[in-house]
């Protein structure tokens, strides 16, 4: 040991650096406190080690994942189709024997087809007034309803984080001008100008789009996403500018600018990582909150088009039918709660495991 | 502070003020972007008919004109005819249906706010207890459930298959089921408002120095404790009389309530687009005020609160 000490040379009485001599070499002991017991682990690491914890959001994501696979492949292997009235062949009369179907009963052509020994795929839940497959409609509902609640959130999420980040970045005018403009549209009753904007937009589009591929989607469904990408995105624009804000008042913001980080690292190593939770959990949260709003617009008659099914119009569709066939309605209803509530519960989870704040 | 409140007060009384402006303008150009013209009749009319008609309710003029004119007329309360209900005015019908809708939406909301605050109290008081999980289970299961689902839940199971109800919302006793489903929502929700605030409250020193001076557990519970957690309730109550409001447009159809929402519903089915641009506006003004009224009255509470 003094060896080492020994063989360091000696220092310059002149010179201003220090003495070499007087540092004192690093017991094992102390060298052994400066290892790295295990790998430091990223934000998104750590985060979905928190979440695979939580026992309720891991039950909620298996859910909506189950229900997310079925209703993006069972249709495809699905021996009925969602519009297909099974009563009707071209070229004969309507065999109303197809309508009304409880769960497991056929058709009398499909009985004929049984007794010759065929094999015919059940109907699980039966059919509804029209002679449409009921399982294979509400499947397909759902998927339409995931759908909508997916992509109504993207936009939501798209035009709010563009838009308060803009305002939370330049800060001063162009800030105080862009939220005079959310505080506005956020005090108009959402709600009532969705009802208001989607049944004046179902008469004004369906001439526009005839024709084009936006036909095939149906009026109701674009004036949805119109309808949100006007009026949802303001509490999303609310949320990232506040967090643009208080992120650039940082002091670790302020550290990292202090030791010479250039802005670009500063926006990727400080701002996005805290930025990026607060998104992926409102979105999270935004998907059942479209969902819910699909299906009440569905409900009113103003949501998806005839044929096409989403769960609030099976809802709606099935109440004229309540007094025989109740199951038709609390099928569609238990699968929406399921959605939104597996939904809610996997957005607590993520927004508890991602939240720095709340990190014990 | 006083100087500051009212100047909150006014700044606020403004952009509800424009709101409301906005919500009748939005409504107006949209009714003159239907095609047609508000005056389509399902039976042919002659060019001279449809002439005389238009110059009757003033639609030749410029359409600033007939903006202003519209807009003079919302502010004496006049809407127009309706379409569907022929001879009737627009804020007849408003003021016929709002008499039944504003009984079922304060019944609903007293029941929300009374039941949600004491479900919200025992949750909290019980904190991690049978009674705290009962209630959370329920409150998170009711959050997740549309007004319409649990409406036509309990119509199938309290009027079809348990006939305990009538399904005919025009009686006294069939307004039990709509008022449960329209309150259900707003009830969870501040349940879940009041058990978080309170658990927050009844950690703080103050709870702990009463108690330690021997206040009675019901007087710390009710007067220091609850009197606190309200707050975050009362910026809910805004909110809580919107959802209310559109969600008794669903409830009244399903249960046959003679409300505004029904006559909402059965317009947007019909087209009758003066009763839906009608209907719009009125509810709207009603939600404003209220939000207004609930924010005002949560920064009067809440002496803490900034007014920047």
Redesign the interface.
């Known amino acids: 040991m003094n060896k080492d000490i020994d063989a360091m040379p000696s220092k310059n009485p002149l010179s201003l650096q220090l003495d070499l001599k007087s540092f004192e070499k690093a017991t094992d002991e102390e060298k052994f406190m400066q290892q790295r017991m295990r790998e430091s682990t990223t934000f998104f690491k750590d985060g979905m080690r928190r979440l695979a914890k939580n026992k309720i959001a891991m039950i909620c994501l298996i859910i909506i994942s189950v229900i997310v696979l079925i209703a993006a492949f069972v249709p495809m292997i699905y021996p009925y189709n969602y519009s297909d009235q099974l009563g009707i062949t071209p070229g004969q009369s309507v065999d109303s024997s197809y309508n009304n179907l409880k769960p497991f009963e056929y058709g009398e052509t499909e009985l004929e087809r049984i007794a010759a020994g065929e094999k015919v795929f059940p109907h699980i839940f039966g059919t509804d007034s029209a002679g449409r497959d009921y399982a294979i409609r509400v499947i397909y509902g759902t998927r339409v309803s995931l759908l909508v609640g997916f992509f109504a959130s993207l936009i939501v999420l798209v035009i709010g984080a563009v838009y308060g980040s803009v305002s939370g970045f330049y800060g001063g005018k162009v800030d105080l001008v862009m939220m005079r403009i959310v505080?506005?549209i956020y005090?108009?009753?959402d709600?009532?100008?969705i009802?208001?904007?989607s049944?004046?937009l179902n008469?004004?589009l369906a001439?526009k789009i005839e024709g084009t591929g936006l036909a095939k989607l149906g009026t109701g469904m674009i004036s949805i996403f119109i309808v949100f990408a006007l009026l949802y995105w303001v509490s999303m624009a609310r949320l990232v500018r506040g967090q643009i804000l208080s992120i650039k008042q940082q002091d670790y913001v302020l550290a990292a600018r202090s030791i010479g980080a250039k802005s670009s690292h500063i926006i990727k190593r400080h701002m996005l990582p805290n930025c990026i939770s607060v998104l992926i959990i409102s979105t999270a949260l935004q998907i059942?909150s479209a969902i819910?709003t699909e299906?009440?617009l569905s409900?009113?008659?103003?949501g998806v088009d005839m044929p096409m099914p989403s769960l609030?119009s099976l809802?709606?569709d099935?109440?004229d039918g309540?007094?025989s066939y109740?199951y038709r309605?609390?099928i569609p209803?238990v699968t929406?709660?399921l959605i939104?509530?597996s939904l809610?519960?996997l957005g607590d989870g993520l927004r508890d495991a991602f939240d720095p704040k709340l990190k014990k | 502070m006083d100087s500051k409140l009212a100047l909150y007060i006014v700044k606020r009384l403004l952009l509800a003020l424009f709101t409301v402006f906005l919500v009748i303008t939005i409504t107006f150009f949209a009714m003159k972007a239907i095609p047609g013209g508000p005056f389509l009749s399902e039976k042919a009319t002659t060019p001279a008919v449809t002439a005389a008609l238009e110059a009757k309710y003033g639609l030749d003029k410029p359409v600033m004109e007939q903006y202003v004119t519209y807009l003079k007329g919302v502010l004496e309360f006049d809407f127009g005819p309706s379409i569907k209900n022929r001879g009737r005015e627009v804020s007849d019908l408003l003021v016929e249906g709002f008499a039944t809708s504003g009984k079922l939406g304060l019944m609903a909301a007293g029941i929300a706010i009374i039941m949600g605050l004491i479900f919200g109290a025992l949750a909290a008081v019980f904190h991690n207890k049978v009674i705290d999980k009962v209630i959370m289970v329920l409150s998170t299961a009711s959050v997740a459930m549309p007004s319409f689902v649990i409406a036509t839940i309990l119509l199938l199971l309290l009027c079809i298959t348990i006939p305990l109800f009538p399904s005919n919302g025009s009686t006294a006793g069939g307004l039990v089921l709509p008022v449960i489903s329209l309150s259900l929502y707003p009830m969870a929700y501040i349940t879940r408002l009041t058990r978080s605030s309170m658990l927050d409250v009844l950690g703080q020193d103050y709870i702990r120095t009463a108690r330690a001076k021997g206040v009675s557990p019901v007087k710390v519970i009710f007067k220091h404790s609850l009197k606190n957690a309200v707050t975050p309730v009362i910026t809910y109550v805004g909110p809580m009389i919107a959802y209310i409001l559109t969600g008794s447009l669903v409830v009244e159809k399903i249960f046959a309530v003679p409300g505004l929402g029904n006559y909402f519903f059965s317009s947007i089915i019909n087209r009758d687009y003066p009763m839906i641009m009608g209907t719009t506006i009125f509810l709207a003004t009603i939600m404003v005020i209220m939000t207004l009224l609930s924010d005002i009255c949560y920064k009067i509470f809440d002496p803490r609160v900034d007014f920047s």
């Open positions: 505080d506005i005090s108009l009753p709600l009532l100008m009802i208001l904007l049944s004046i008469v004004t001439p059942p819910f299906s009440y409900f009113l008659g103003l609030g809802a709606s099935a109440l309540i007094y109740g309605l609390i209803a929406i709660c939104v509530l809610n519960l």
